[in-house]
């Protein structure tokens, strides 16, 4: 008998975590007396969220990394470094992902999103054919562009935080100041308005050049996915 997959953490529980943190780093940059420790529950939301599994699954290195990464955010929610670590997220986060996307490109891998076009189309039993392979492979390299062009970006408007951003601990007057609500308005707002924008245009330009396919809009195609089922998702990334 094949081992049985540990369950992942709810779909519902990830996503609140998800909603939570651009609010919590809202909250940690109005300037308020609390600042610090809005940013510290913002930081500890993230990194819940990517322990989750492991949480939910009750692995004593998971708890561990929280209980001890909880404590070192309570400590540190009284003074200014809780709020300068907000900076780092939205600069690392894209670079990690863009890093996911590019590695598939490598020679005698399959490029990411060809593996979830594959497993669409295979439970509809339809063929993936040659022209659409080619243009998933570059769907995959502009994916991982744009994300680290987001990365510069998002590190550009870290430095250009004031009163206290990196440059101006250095003694540096940014050229285009930003202050901590900018900050946040643009790292954890516009990020994914411009992430979404890109990924609809794309998905409107796929249905013209390939009108030949399994989903017929894209909230089929959300279904779609959703019905590749949580052990798919959890490998595509290994």
Do not use: K
């Not at 250009?160 to 707002?189: E, F, R």
């Amino acid at each position: 008998m094949p081992p049985v997959p540990a369950p992942g953490a709810p779909l519902t529980l990830r996503l609140s975590l998800v909603l939570v943190y651009p609010l919590l780093c809202h909250l940690a940059s109005t300037g308020t007396p609390l600042a610090g420790a809005w940013a510290a529950l913002a930081l500890a939301s993230l990194l819940a969220w990517c322990l989750l599994d492991g949480l939910w699954q009750r692995q004593l290195a998971a708890w561990l990394w929280m209980l001890g990464s909880a404590a070192a955010l309570a400590m540190m929610a009284g003074s200014a470094w809780a709020w300068t670590l907000l900076l780092a997220p939205p600069v690392v986060f894209p670079l990690w992902v863009a890093w996911l996307f590019a590695r598939t490109l490598r020679a005698g891998r399959t490029p990411l999103i060809l593996r979830i076009v594959h497993a669409v189309h295979a439970r509809a039993g339809m063929p993936v054919e040659a022209p659409l392979v080619r243009y998933i492979s570059q769907l995959t390299a502009a994916w991982a562009l744009v994300l680290v062009l987001l990365a510069a970006i998002n590190a550009v408007l870290a430095l250009s935080v004031v009163p206290d951003g990196p440059l101006m601990a250095a003694g540096v007057q940014p050229w285009w100041p930003v202050t901590h609500i900018q900050w946040a308005w643009l790292a954890n707002v516009a990020n994914w308005s411009l992430l979404g924008g890109f990924a609809l245009l794309e998905y409107g330009w796929r249905m013209l050049r390939f009108p030949q396919r399994p989903d017929r809009n894209l909230l089929h195609f959300g279904r779609l996915l959703a019905g590749l089922g949580p052990a798919f998702w959890r490998d595509l990334l290994r």
